[in-house]
C-alpha cells in the first residue's frame, strides 16, 4: 500500500517570507497526488493535484506543488505567504486498498506578522 | 446542496452511549467517503460507499461501528457503547465517481467527545 510522509508537523513562518511543505510518497507505477487545505474550524478543501502531464501544478493562491519522481516528493511552495495562509496542510495520495486517499499526518503553517 | 453537510457538528456523550452522525453528500455524487481525524494522528479512512455499497468494511476500527447510505444519498455513521478513545472529528466526504482526478468535497466534520 502506498504512504506519505509529511516531514514537519508545524512550520512557523513570517508574513512575506517564501515557505516550502514537505511530502514524500512510498513509490509506485502510477500516482496521482494532492494537497489539501483546512483553514481553522473548516472542512478540508483541495488546494491542487498531480495527475499526468506537467510536474509543476499550480494552485489559484500562489503556491505550487511540484511532482519529483526520483526524489518521491510532492513538495508545496509559495513564495510569499499571507497571514490568511495560516492553515493546516494535508498531503495526499491515491492508493489504499480500496482505492482511496491515503493522507499524511499534515503541516500546521502559521504565518507571523 | 452546494456542499457537503455533516450533522451534529458538534457531540459530547457519555461513555457506553451510541452516537449517529450523518453525512448528506453533494447531489449527484456516487463515491463517499468517512475518514477519522485524531489530534496529530492524521487522517484515518473509515469506509467508501459506491451508491449505497459498502465493498469492504475492514477500515473500521472494530464491530461496534457501522455505516450505511440509503437512495444514494445520505449516509450515517453508527458507534455504538462509545469509547474515550472514539474521540476525534469525523469526516465525510464525496466525489462525482470513484475516479480520483475529481478530488474529494468534504464537509466539515462532526466533532465527537466522549466523557
Known amino acids: 500500500a502506498q504512504s506519505v510522509t509529511q516531514l514537519d508537523s508545524q512550520v512557523p513562518v513570517f508574513e512575506e517570507a517564501p515557505v516550502e511543505l514537505r511530502c514524500n510518497y512510498s513509490?509506485?507505477?502510477?500516482?496521482?497526488l494532492f494537497w489539501y487545505v483546512q483553514y481553522p474550524n473548516q472542512g478540508l478543501q483541495l488546494l491542487l493535484k498531480?495527475?499526468?502531464?506537467?510536474?509543476l501544478v499550480e494552485s489559484i493562491n500562489g503556491f505550487e506543488a511540484e511532482f519529483n519522481k526520483s526524489q518521491t516528493s510532492f513538495h508545496l511552495r509559495k513564495p510569499s505567504v499571507h497571514i490568511s495562509d495560516t492553515a493546516e496542510y494535508f498531503c495526499a495520495v491515491l492508493g489504499g486498498s480500496q482505492g482511496n486517499l491515503i493522507f499524511g499526518k499534515g503541516t500546521k503553517l502559521s504565518v507571523k506578522p | 446542496g452546494a456542499g457537503v453537510s455533516q450533522s451534529p457538528s458538534n457531540k459530547v456523550t457519555e461513555k457506553g452511549k451510541d452516537v449517529e452522525l450523518r453525512c448528506d453528500p453533494i447531489?449527484?455524487?456516487?463515491?463517499l467517503y468517512w475518514y477519522r481525524q485524531s489530534l496529530g494522528q492524521g487522517l484515518e479512512f473509515l469506509i467508501y460507499?459506491?451508491?449505497?455499497?459498502?465493498?469492504?468494511k475492514s477500515g473500521l476500527p472494530s464491530d461496534r461501528f457501522s455505516a450505511e447510505r440509503t437512495g444514494g444519498s445520505v449516509s450515517t455513521l453508527t458507534i455504538q457503547r462509545t469509547q474515550q478513545e472514539d474521540s476525534a472529528v469525523y469526516l465525510c466526504?464525496?466525489?462525482?465517481?470513484?475516479?480520483?482526478?475529481?478530488?474529494?468535497?468534504f464537509g466539515s466534520g462532526t466533532r465527537l467527545t466522549v466523557v
Open positions: 498531480y495527475l499526468s502531464g506537467s510536474t
Open positions: 460507499f459506491q451508491g449505497n455499497s459498502a465493498p469492504d
Open positions: 447531489s449527484g455524487h456516487t463515491a
Open positions: 513509490s509506485s507505477v502510477s500516482v496521482y
Open positions: 466526504a464525496s466525489s462525482l465517481s470513484l475516479r480520483q482526478d475529481y478530488g474529494y468535497t
